[in-house]
């Protein structure tokens, strides 16, 4: 079974510039979530889609990012424009749906290391 | 809001027992999970707890206290490919299903000969 994949892998962009980064959960998983590491700090929260909704997006951290779940499989990160501060790896997970136990654990793809220069 | 500490950074020798502990403060709490990462690669789930207590995995084993804010992950028999950073993560409470974690900024284990 394909696990959670990301791409690109890399991404060096200026600033200014737009960056969309994508996510394919595992086939069958309803919610699927977006981190980010920044240089030196803790993976954070950005947000969580059930589905093609989204559940939760209390970590994105302004306008300039906008995520999307069209017909509830792949999604979408997309910054624009982007800064500076932006500059870090992007993660996504995914899990099964709110019915199964608790101890479900998230899958996390390998990331989307973003630099914005 | 959710704070996490864990030992940044710790050494230890192949074939020994190294324990990495994790303290948390949160306003809720429903679980809280070890991931393993590899540099450049995906985090790896290890282990959950959610009652207090002691969950075996092979090598690996966690330990929680709810009421002291504290979680430990134990490796027994280590070998060098556990060289890695481990994650302790907490999930908030439960909203609408799923798993939004709360993480530690990781403990960087080398494990050397």
Same mark, same amino acid.
């Given at each position: *079974? ?7 892998? #890399?991404?060096?962009? *200026?600033?200014? %510039? ?10 069958? #998983? ?7 590491? &920044? ?8 947000? #969580?889609?059930?589905? *093609?909704?989204? %559940? ?23 910054? %624009? ?7 870090? &790896? ?19 793809? %390998? ?7 | ?16 027992? @190294? ?12 679980? $809280? ?20 207590? !002691?969950?075996? +995995? ?5 330990? $929680?206290?709810?009421? /002291?804010?504290?979680?430990?992950? !134990? !490796? +027994?028999?280590?070998?060098? /490919?556990?060289?890695?950073?481990? $994650? ?11 798993? /939004? ?8 284990? +080398? @494990?050397? $000969?």
């Amino acid at each position: *079974e394909a696990g959670v994949t990301q791409f690109p892998s #890399h991404s060096v962009i *200026e600033k200014g %510039q737009t960056v969309t980064l994508r996510c394919d959960p595992i086939s069958g #998983h309803d919610n699927l979530y977006w981190y980010r590491r &920044v240089m030196g700090k803790e993976i954070k929260f950005l947000l #969580h889609f059930v589905k *093609e909704s989204k %559940q939760d997006e209390s970590g994105m951290p302004n306008n300039r990012f906008l995520a999307e779940r069209t017909g509830g499989t792949y999604s979408t990160l997309k910054v %624009q424009p982007a800064e500076l501060e932006d500059s870090g &790896v992007y993660f996504c997970a995914s899990s099964q749906d709110a019915g199964v136990p608790l101890n479900t654990e998230a899958f996390f793809g %390998q990331g989307t290391r973003l630099t914005v220069v | 809001g959710q704070n996490i500490d864990q030992p940044t950074e710790m050494t230890a020798t192949e074939g020994a027992i @190294v324990q990495i502990n994790c303290t948390y403060q949160t306003s809720g709490f429903n679980g $809280l999970f070890w991931y393993q990462q590899h540099a450049g690669e995906a985090p790896t789930f290890l282990s959950y707890n959610v009652l207090d207590g !002691l969950e075996e +995995k092979g090598r690996f084993s966690s330990f $929680l206290s709810r009421s /002291k804010g504290y979680s430990y992950l !134990l !490796l +027994k028999e280590l070998q060098m /490919k556990d060289s890695a950073s481990y $994650l302790c993560a907490v999930r908030d409470r439960i909203t609408g299903g799923g798993n /939004k974690l709360t993480f530690g900024t990781g403990t960087q284990l +080398k @494990v050397e $000969l």
